[in-house]
């Protein structure tokens, strides 16, 4: 006997398991679609118009993009013929107006030649003028001459005495053969045993006792005001650099250096010497104040 089954669509179960059928409520969703047999296969012709569809689509897209291929090509040719074709005509041009340039001082020869003449009588007349008034100008230098010659300036006197003056910058360190006494130096003392120096810092402009420029690389410049310009000094290098390590030590200590006092300006400490003669008896850039020993040499010009 057959029953009915729990299916909502109202399909009937009958006692053979092989055979289903469908009833009266199976094709109220798919009334338009053909009742097939559980064996039958689905129809190709919906599987073949999408296919032919998307064939269609994908061979448009490939025709406009070759359209605008060809197209974009097609442009750029004709931009270069007509970049071509405006220097071909320009070059006709160049050369009409240097040709014409070329005609024009033939043309204009004989404009050319009278105002040759023009400036030619011109010239004579202003040459005659001129003449006249360099002889007046030879007459008033000849007599500003003769005035100079019998009174010399005051600039040349002063000159004068610069060069009979001896120049510190130009004295070298030396050792005299005799002992040098504070009289000479005027009251100074002839030995220190300790005095600070330290080398004059790069940018700062010192002057000279006898106005010549200073030159840091002069290996033998000193500034103090505890001796007089001029005076030579013989500094030693002493121990206690707490900035340098013992082989160091062992290489400066001890080094010396014959100088030259060159200005007496005031400075934080007792010498002030150029970075190329601190160099001599120190390590320059890493050290920055040092002890000396000094000793006057050689007093004054």
């Known amino acids: 006997m057959s029953q009915f089954s729990r299916d909502p669509r109202g399909a009937r179960d009958f006692s053979s398991p092989q055979v289903r059928v469908r009833g009266a409520n199976d094709f109220r969703q798919y009334s338009s679609q053909r009742l097939r047999l559980p064996n039958e296969r689905p129809p190709f012709g919906p599987t073949l118009r999408r296919l032919f569809g998307a064939l269609v689509a994908l061979a448009v897209v490939a025709g406009i993009g070759v359209g605008v291929y060809f197209?974009?090509?097609e442009l750029l040719e004709e931009d270069d013929v007509n970049v071509a074709?405006?220097?071909?005509?320009?070059?006709p041009t160049q050369s009409t107006s240097a040709e014409s340039a070329?005609?024009?001082?033939v043309s204009d020869s004989s404009a050319e030649q009278s105002a040759e003449e023009q400036s030619a009588t011109a010239g004579e007349e202003a040459a005659d003028s001129d003449a006249e008034e360099a002889g007046d100008a030879q007459s008033a230098q000849s007599a500003e001459s003769q005035d100079e010659e019998i009174s010399p300036s005051?600039?040349?006197e002063q000159e004068q005495q610069r060069a009979a003056a001896p120049s510190i910058s130009a004295v070298l360190p030396t050792v005299s053969e005799e002992p040098v006494t504070a009289a000479q130096i005027g009251g100074a003392e002839t030995v220190a045993e300790r005095v600070t120096a330290e080398a004059i810092p790069s940018g700062i402009p010192r002057t000279l006792a006898d106005g010549?420029?200073?030159d840091p690389t002069e290996p033998a410049t000193?500034?103090?005001s505890r001796w007089p310009a001029g005076t030579t000094l013989r500094l030693t290098r002493l121990p206690g650099?707490?900035?340098l390590t013992d082989e160091q030590q062992a290489e400066i200590v001890g080094a010396q250096a014959l100088v030259v006092v060159r200005g007496t300006e005031a400075t934080n400490t007792d010498l002030q010497m150029s970075p190329a003669a601190f160099d001599l008896i120190a390590f320059y850039g890493v050290e920055r104040i040092i002890a000396v020993r000094v000793e006057v040499?050689?007093?004054p010009p």
């Open 71 to 73: 197209g974009v090509t």
């Open 85 to 91: 074709a405006t220097q071909e005509t320009s070059e």
């Open 212 to 214: 010549v420029a200073y």
């Open 241 to 243: 650099a707490t900035l």
């Open 222 to 224: 000193v500034f103090t």
């Open 297 to 299: 040499t050689a007093p």
């Open 102 to 105: 070329e005609a024009e001082p």
């Open 154 to 156: 005051e600039d040349e």
